[in-house]
């Protein structure tokens, strides 16, 4: 008696675990798939979609190559915050953006494992990276300051630590072992 009950246990255990990572393989594919209360609203969807269009525009990665199973957005005086998580076999990234009046005015990614794929191959020149990145953003959202930084920047032509100021902008490079970081 005391063995049935064991082995009908066992047997439903077997069968939870199985659809739990049915359950859990095919949402990942699809949000049609996700239960309607974690289905991203239409907002959440319009402002994914913008902080996926700015991954392709200026960061030059191929977003179609990720699924995207969580879209977070919140609202505040400061603009929306959306926070996006991004995921393929052999990539899982976050990003952190944050939006005033639709346009985005700061990004930060997040590695959680592998590295970005791009569509095109990435260059090894640091430099040369930030400077077309630059160019990129300046066409993604003209603004002034944003001529005046790559102004800053095309006068570089060699990587040091420096920290230069011209107006009311400061350009930092700070070069750490196989790090190099230019604010």
Same mark, same amino acid.
């Given at each position: ?60 990665? *191929? ?5 995207? !199973? ?6 505040? !005086? ?10 393929? *076999? ?25 590295? !970005? ?24 959202? !003209?603004? *002034?300051?944003?001529? *005046? ?35």
């Amino acid at each position: 008696m005391m063995g049935d009950r064991k082995s009908t246990f066992i047997l439903l255990l077997v069968i939870c675990l199985l659809l739990v990572s049915l359950l859990v393989s095919t949402s990942s594919a699809s949000e049609s798939y996700l239960p309607k209360s974690l289905q991203p609203t239409g907002q959440e969807l319009m402002w994914r979609d913008r902080a996926l269009d700015f991954l392709r525009s200026v960061f030059m990665i *191929d977003t179609s190559k990720y699924t995207v !199973p969580r879209v977070i957005t919140s609202e505040s !005086p400061l603009g929306t915050f959306v926070t996006l998580q991004l995921r393929s *076999d052999d990539s899982k990234f976050d990003m952190g953006s944050n939006f005033r009046h639709t346009k985005i005015i700061w990004c930060k990614l997040y590695t959680v494992e592998g590295s !970005p794929v791009y569509l095109n191959t990435a260059s090894s020149d640091v430099l040369n990276t930030a400077k077309d990145t630059m160019n990129r953003i300046q066409a993604y959202s !003209p603004k *002034d300051y944003l001529q *005046d930084m790559q102004s800053m920047l095309d006068t570089i032509t060699e990587l040091n630590n420096s920290k230069i100021t011209t107006g009311n902008i400061t350009q930092k490079i700070t070069i750490d072992e196989n790090v190099v970081s230019i604010k």
